[in-house]
């Protein structure tokens, strides 16, 4: 995505996770993130950059910010929280 090394204008935040603080980079406007799905979308947000990550991953930040409500991990189901109990999406 060239992302790494973080754009010029990208914010040095520490975040705190379950393995202790972690320094990231906020990059604004560098590149947004949404869900699409079966005909609904989420909203955009910012992407955030972290040196230890070297794939694409989706935190509870993120999905948090993003609306997602997972319904089942084992069977992979989940839907936005805006949308009713019996839409069920797969992942």
């Not at 996770?17 to 590149?31: I, K, N």
């Not at 955009?44 to 230890?52: A, C, G, H, T």
Request: aromatic share 8%.
């Amino acid at each position: 995505m060239g992302l790494w090394p973080p754009p010029g204008d990208a914010r040095e935040e520490v975040f705190e996770t379950a393995g202790g603080p972690l320094r990231v980079w906020v990059a604004r406007r560098a590149a947004r993130v949404h869900v699409v799905a079966g005909g609904a979308e989420s909203r955009e947000v910012d992407v955030v950059v972290s040196p230890l990550a070297d794939e694409p991953l989706i935190s509870d930040v993120l999905a948090g910010e993003l609306e997602i409500a997972v319904e089942d991990f084992a069977r992979g189901l989940w839907r936005f929280r805006w949308e009713p109990r019996e839409v069920l999406r797969e992942s």
